[in-house]
């Protein structure tokens, strides 16, 4: 009964490549959002989608395209991959009208080689 | 803009030592601010929060209280454990406006030898 999954966990792949992240979750919760972990630890909000709507956009390349097909999923999509997009990418997701806390997903451990 | 310093690690302690993980903000108004802890390999779990200004937020023997005055969330906990052993990172987040993401201090990693 995982609340918020994330897949892979781990992904290794080329420079150059297209990969996709996908993020569920089972909270009914209406707002998800991603964030990358860099080398050093440090967090940093990349997107915000509140019932499928895009709220935040922080600057990231336009390589990167979330994707929230309905509320319970935030895909994000990474077009010709670049060594510097090696980091963990959380998944988060929250209610806004019921409480703020964001509960984490595992997070994805991506590679560019 | 909003933003947290949190006191720089490693932080490396003796168990049952007593721990402080200093947390100052910047903010507009007056947030919520959170605790996250990170255990390796593992995603981010809220271990305490607080909403407004003097309440005191605490889980698993670890306690932090809101201090309007001196902009701080400081981490403390009296006696820790060697399962204590993670990266702490202090939160914060706006109440007003549309754009409600955690802004994160830089992580402490806290290592706890028996």
């Known amino acids: 009964d995982t609340a918020v999954s994330q897949t892979p966990k781990y992904l290794v792949t080329q420079m150059g490549n297209d990969k996709s992240i996908k993020c569920e979750q089972n909270l009914g919760h209406d707002t998800m959002y991603w964030y990358k972990q860099d080398s050093k630890k440090f967090l940093k909000i990349m997107f915000s989608y509140n019932n499928k709507e895009l709220i935040i956009n922080e600057t990231v390349p336009n390589r990167f395209s979330p994707k929230s097909p309905d509320k319970a999923h935030l895909n994000l999509h990474i077009n010709s991959l670049e060594l510097g997009d090696s980091a963990v990418y959380f998944c988060?997701?929250?209610?806004?009208?019921?409480?703020?806390?964001?509960?984490f997903g595992p997070g994805t451990r991506l590679l560019v080689l | 803009g909003n933003s947290v310093t949190q006191m720089e690690g490693p932080v490396t302690l003796s168990e049952e030592a007593f721990l402080t993980i200093n947390c100052t903000y910047t903010?507009?108004?007056?947030?919520?601010l959170f605790w996250y802890v990170q255990y390796p390999g593992e995603g981010l779990q809220l271990l305490l929060k607080?909403?407004?200004?003097?309440d005191k937020g605490s889980n698993k023997g670890f306690e932090a209280t809101y201090r309007k005055e001196t902009t701080s969330f400081h981490l403390e906990k009296g006696s820790v454990q060697v399962s204590d052993s993670a990266v702490y990172f202090c939160?914060?987040?706006?109440?007003?406006?549309?754009?409600?993401?955690?802004?994160f201090g830089s992580g402490t990693q806290l290592t706890v030898l028996p």
């Open positions: 903010a507009t108004g007056y947030p919520s």
């Open positions: 607080a909403t407004k200004a003097d």
């Open positions: 939160a914060l987040r706006s109440k007003t406006g549309s754009a409600r993401q955690l802004t």
């Open positions: 988060a997701s929250s209610h806004e009208n019921r409480g703020e806390t964001q509960y």
